[in-house]
């Protein structure tokens, strides 16, 4: 048996069409189906139904086989246990620095104040400002990093950004990128050993649909 495990919404519906080109359907639609295991059309496959974050984390221990998860999910794990054959290029957007559009980050940074930043990705926000020699306080947040520099929680925000609407919608402007984010396929170490003839063909077409897509 192999068990993929996916997280609703973007990821599911990006994934869909890779899971296709491996002649893999799913049975049931997550978005309506309460199910967190999903049968498809192969008895040997099925789909589990988890919270983006959580991927990495069923895949490292091996109640998934594979799975696919941004690398901003990922670099916050950290990917141990996880080998990552392959960028998916879907899920598409980049991490950003972004702040009130009445703040002067560039202005703060030279007069060397110390900001205040809310975020889910508090690692990768570290790593991003100790770079740059920066001192910022960091609080962490699970979620609507936008509201924390209009209520006072935070000057900025490190937060994903894919058409920007969410930031123009609440009077934020982006000011520096930190890296551009895409989905990944994970694959359970000891799986990729020992399932290797169920998993390579699947891995094969994943690899062909993405090559393709490309062209
Ligand atoms: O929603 P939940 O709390 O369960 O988890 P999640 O938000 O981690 O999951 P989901 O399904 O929303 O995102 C899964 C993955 O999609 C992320 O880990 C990213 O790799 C990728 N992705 C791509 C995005 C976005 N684009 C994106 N725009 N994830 C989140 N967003 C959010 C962003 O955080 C911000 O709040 O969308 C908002 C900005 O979008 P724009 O279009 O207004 O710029
Ligand atoms: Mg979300």
């Known amino acids: 048996m192999i068990t993929i495990a996916l997280s609703k919404g973007r990821i599911f519906e990006e994934t869909t069409p890779l899971l296709k080109a ?4 799913p049975l049931e639609d997550p978005e309506s189906s309460r199910k967190l295991i999903l049968s498809t ?14 991927v990495p ?5 091996g109640a998934a086989d594979l799975g696919v998860a941004g690398k901003d999910v990922l670099n916050e794990h950290g990917g ?18 972004a702040v009130r559009e009445d703040f002067d980050y560039f202005g703060s940074i030279r007069r060397g104040a ?25 609080i962490k947040l699970y979620g609507s990093m936008e509201l924390g520099p209009l209520v006072g929680l ?8 894919s058409t920007g609407g969410t930031l123009r919608a609440n009077n934020l402007k982006a000011v520096e990128e930190i ?37």
């Open 22 to 25: 491996a002649g893999i359907y």
């Open 41 to 54: 059309n192969r008895e040997d496959v099925r789909l589990i139904i988890v919270r983006a974050t959580d």
């Open 57 to 61: 984390t069923y895949v490292q221990y």
């Open 80 to 97: 141990a246990g996880l080998y990552q054959p392959l960028d998916l290029k879907i899920a598409n957007c980049k991490m950003m620095v």
């Open 114 to 138: 110390r900001l205040k930043v809310v975020t889910k990705y508090v690692k990768t926000a570290r790593e991003h400002f100790a770079e740059k020699g920066m001192h910022v306080d960091l």
């Open 154 to 161: 935070a000057d900025a925000i490190v937060d994903l950004v």
């Open 179 to 215: 890296m551009n984010i895409s989905s990944r396929l994970v694959v359970n170490q000891a799986s990729h050993k020992l399932k290797r003839i169920l998993l390579s063909p699947i891995i094969e077409s994943f690899s062909n649909a993405v090559e393709k897509k490309q062209d």
